[in-house]
């Protein structure tokens, strides 16, 4: 019945959730790492899958399922495993949606085994030519999906457009940028943390003009890089930028409400004060969360692939080594701005394990 | 040629700005009543009209009109008569649009007699049974038209909404709260700055529930009027009523992004800090300006008149006496929230003076 060509571990090490942040998450302290008894497929019920993590997908939305408010997920609660994206292998299955040896996406959160119903897992079509494993949580995957959904779908983009992406250098904003490009937009600004990513930015990831938002004469050179004001906006960071693009917003602009970054880990919130632009502009601001559009995931991820595969697309990615115990420090890492693309902590390397068998 | 039968005053009285105001409008100070030579039909080029203005209509808006910033309309500089929409009657006309005698409606300004361009002015095509010359700067005008697009178009409002609606007892609120009533609403809520405001929203105006936002529980109450949270909320005030919206919001929540009254005067503005609600919630949060509807006025315009003749549809209007020389006082008061529904200056009674010719 139970097919898994691995050796089961009879530990997995899980994050758990300790002291509900106010502010910043504290490595050690907001979490702590235990080693329980890791499941074995004897405990899986009729439709139940046994996982093993391969990769978890870090993400700025994480810090807002620790705050305990009215959101679109539940906040996760003290003691708990910490929520998160995965890529996971599996070791055990009583679903038909996967085998085991299957390589499937599901939300088994920052641990190394753990067991979910089907309902929970999806199983991918494809890779495409020049697809890898990683890509299902990057731009293959929720990441990728984001950043379609919400430049195609709130950001309407259009051909002449001007478009600004903040976070740009960013795992969704890396991909919004290239989506704009794409879509034939007249001028497309990014703004990131840092110099490096600028320049990648321009070099690498398909935008007109980088703007680095700790430069100190960063306000009027985002005004000199939108001559003729902006028409979508995407939004990734809130705060002073939100603030900014309002300002310059051109008349029916469409701000695309994805992430606010800058704020998630603010004791006080910054509202916007530009926010009466959205009435003399005729401004449609509009969140958006991906689970949305579940039923148009095909059709975007076959977009997507063949972006991809045509080179249209490009993808970086940081990996962090080091497991489960390195994920709150990853956490902290992103919302410092240390990586470029898709930040991603690796579990456990297939090609590594399966090489060392060879 | 020139056809009209009433005897001309030599000057015309005008508000004419002087000095831009950062805050507040300070009577007798940001502005100056000057008596002008009133302009005579031998000054009207073809295509023009001679108006003498019946009633002012004092709107929230005309407060961001005074601000030097890039906005739907240019700023009202510095010498220039206050922008005004008025009531008028053609004197002498050089088009084919009115005759003298005519009553329209046009962006006259803030001033007795003056010449417009036949572009500039509305001749009003009906008054409903129970209609009356007033009606065209309120129910029937482009208060009534803000409160129909805002409500139909960018709320969308449907049976079994929850609505709320700030600055519920003003002009444009009173006319929002009556057409979420009429469209089926579950259930409407209005703020208003007034205990006597409440009362009247609630006896007369088709409110289920009226709060006084100045009422230290104001936030308690809001949160317990509104159990099935926020479906549309129309927004005439920002500020910190805006941030409890947000904070209420329902997934998928229609914000009307109508007006900042609260705001418009603030020397800091204040941010809504619950913008990140955009997101988790996925509101969508529009602005519009009721003149990028003009085209669909007169399907609004029967659609109004019809739940006026029907009794759906009532409205409150306070008349100031004293023509220009209180317009400044008359813009004062409508920011401190004296008024219940449509704020006028009576200029000339058309009914007074035909009884005195009598």
Known sequence: ??????????????????????????????????????????????????????????????RGWLDDVRSYVPPVQIGEVMRAFCICRVLASRSPKAAAGDIVTAMNGVREIGILSDKHIEKPAFLPPGGKTTDLLGVLGMTGLTAYFGMMKIGNVKR????????????????????????????????????????????????????NYKDPEFRRKFREATPDFVDVYFDNVGGEQLNMALARANRGARFVMCGGISQYNAEHKQGPKNINNVITMRIRMEGFIVFDYK?????????????????????????????????????VQLYKGGNIGKLLIEVKNPDEERQSRL
């Open 160 to 211: 002449g457009d001007t478009v600004v992406v903040s976070a740009a250098a960013g795992a969704t904003g890396s991909v919004a940028v290239q989506i704009a490009r794409i879509q034939g937009a007249k001028r497309v600004v990014g703004t990131a943390g840092s110099d490096e990513k600028c320049r990648w930015l321009v070099e690498e990831g398909g935008a007109d003009v980088a703007l």
């Open 1 to 62: 019945m139970f097919h898994h060509t691995h050796g089961y571990k009879s530990h997995s090490l899980q994050l758990e959730l300790v002291h509900r942040p106010t502010g910043p998450i504290i490595p050690g302290h907001t979490f702590r790492v235990s080693a329980v008894p890791a499941p074995v497929p004897s405990d899986l019920n009729e439709g139940d899958l046994l996982l093993e993590t391969l990769y978890i997908s870090l993400d700025p939305a994480m």
């Open 295 to 331: 039923d148009e995931y095909p059709t975007a991820l076959g977009q997507l692939a063949q972006w991809l595969a045509e080179g249209k697309l490009k993808r970086k990615e940081t990996i962090l080594k080091g497991g489960v115990r390195v994920a709150d420090e990853g956490m």
